[in-house]
């Protein structure tokens, strides 16, 4: 599916980078990357951990997602958690009303009666989400968040480089999302055109959000009278340890070097040597030379589409990786 944001001359002149990471976005994109079919070995361990260590004060949260979509009030952008909190308790009553009764439409009757107070504005229902978010939050994230503090400064110091040096068009082409920036249409990924989105900003403008628990596609919250929110894959694209934890990836990284490892983790799926360059932050030449080491061990491979040359991770390097995170 592909996204295409239309842009006023306004919103170019609004598209902000947001300063400080956002606590309950990023729980939020945590648990839904936990809550995904253990496909990727580099979260496997991660997933399974959390699933394990998360307490029943937590419980709840599983209530309000019954399905594969979250209720858009709790899309909250702030910069500290108490921030978070009062905003989640400020939602309208309507927006929360319909939100609940989008994600139940299907199964109305397996609705918590806790949902159902909430449903009513019960002050005790809110009180059993907002604990809720705290135990998850304390559990999940709270063990790296000065990581991913600084995780989200080096992007933040990226983007704002790459703006000064080349403009905001040029930034927006250059955030690693298979996106391009055609007129005052910037369109992110491909797909059956039958649902593609198309996202009118007239004015309101577009906030970068960086996330460091999530791998996926763009994530974008739309709601009326407030900036289109877009939430992207950012950081090493691995699972988070606490500051001075071993890493699944640090013996290999002692054999290969750590921007090597950090290649071979990259390259489950398709990358460009410019992309894998601005990830690293690399030159392009660096990127090349170590894109060249790996193929030359028979780690991955690398083609040419079209301008574009792809490396992509061979079976071998796959096994390298896994018994990497396996040890």
Same mark, same amino acid.
């Given at each position: 599916?592909?996204?295409?944001?239309?842009? =006023?001359?306004?919103?170019?002149?609004?598209?902000?980078?947001?300063?400080?990471?956002?606590?309950?976005?990023?729980?939020?994109? $945590?648990?839904?990357?936990?809550?995904?079919?253990?496909?990727? &070995?580099?979260?496997?361990?991660?997933?399974?951990?959390?699933?394990?260590?998360?307490?029943?004060?937590?419980?709840?949260?599983?209530?309000?997602?019954?399905?594969?979509?979250?209720?858009?009030?709790?899309?909250?952008? +702030?910069?500290?958690?108490?921030?978070?909190?009062?905003?989640?308790?400020?939602?309208?009553?309507?927006?929360?009303?319909?939100?609940?009764?989008?994600?139940?439409?299907?199964?109305?009757?397996?609705?918590?009666?806790?949902?159902?107070?909430?449903?009513?504005?019960?002050?005790?229902?809110?009180?059993?989400?907002?604990?809720?978010?705290?135990?998850?939050?304390? +559990?999940?994230?709270?063990?790296?968040?000065?990581?991913?503090?600084? &995780?989200?400064?080096?992007?933040? =110091?990226?983007?704002?480089? @790459?703006?000064?040096?080349?403009?905001?068009?040029?930034?927006?082409?250059?955030?690693?999302?298979?996106?391009?920036?055609?007129?005052?249409?910037?369109?992110?990924?491909?797909?059956?055109?039958?649902?593609?989105?198309?996202?009118?900003?007239?004015?309101?403008?577009?906030?970068?959000?960086?996330?460091?628990?999530?791998?996926?596609?763009?994530?974008?919250?739309?709601?009326?009278?407030?900036?289109?929110?877009?939430?992207?894959?950012?950081? @090493?694209?691995?699972?988070?340890?606490?500051?001075?934890?071993?890493?699944?990836?640090?013996?290999?990284?002692?054999?290969?070097?750590? =921007?090597?490892?950090?290649?071979?983790?990259?390259? $489950?799926? $398709?990358?460009? +040597?410019?992309?894998?360059?601005?990830?690293?932050?690399?030159?392009?030449? @660096?990127?090349?030379?170590?894109?060249?080491?790996?193929?030359?061990?028979?780690?991955?491979? @690398?083609?040419?589409?079209?301008? $574009?040359?792809?490396?992509?991770? +061979?079976?071998?390097?796959?096994? &390298?990786?896994?018994?990497?995170?396996?040890?």
């Amino acid at each position: 599916m592909a996204i295409r944001v239309h842009f =006023t001359s306004d919103d170019f002149a609004r598209v902000r980078f947001a300063p400080r990471p956002a606590p309950l976005q990023e729980l939020n994109v $945590a648990l839904m990357k936990m809550c995904l079919p253990d496909e990727e &070995l580099l979260f496997g361990r991660w997933r399974r951990r959390l699933l394990r260590s998360l307490p029943a004060a937590a419980a709840p949260l599983g209530d309000l997602v019954p399905g594969a979509s979250a209720p858009l009030f709790i899309d909250i952008f +702030t910069a500290t958690l108490e921030e978070g909190f009062d905003a989640v308790r400020a939602t309208p009553p309507s927006l929360l009303r319909s939100e609940l009764e989008r994600v139940y439409a299907h199964h109305p009757a397996s609705a918590p009666p806790w949902i159902r107070d909430l449903h009513q504005g019960d002050p005790d229902a809110w009180h059993l989400l907002r604990r809720a978010q705290q135990a998850a939050f304390d +559990t999940a994230l709270r063990p790296v968040w000065p990581l991913i503090q600084d &995780l989200h400064q080096a992007e933040f =110091t990226r983007h704002a480089v @790459t703006v000064a040096e080349h403009g905001v068009g040029s930034a927006l082409a250059q955030l690693g999302l298979d996106s391009q920036l055609l007129g005052n249409i910037w369109q992110l990924g491909g797909g059956t055109a039958r649902r593609d989105r198309d996202i009118d900003l007239r004015g309101r403008g577009l906030v970068l959000v960086p996330t460091f628990h999530w791998t996926g596609r763009p994530l974008v919250s739309d709601l009326p009278g407030r900036p289109l929110y877009l939430t992207y894959p950012a950081g @090493t694209g691995l699972p988070l340890t606490p500051t001075g934890a071993r890493g699944a990836g640090d013996a290999l990284s002692a054999v290969l070097g750590r =921007t090597r490892v950090e290649i071979l983790q990259r390259l $489950a799926d $398709a990358h460009t +040597t410019s992309d894998l360059a601005r990830r690293l932050g690399v030159s392009n030449a @660096t990127a090349s030379a170590h894109a060249a080491a790996l193929r030359g061990a028979g780690l991955i491979t @690398t083609v040419r589409a079209g301008r $574009a040359v792809l490396h992509r991770r +061979t079976a071998l390097g796959s096994l &390298l990786i896994r018994r990497a995170v396996a040890s």
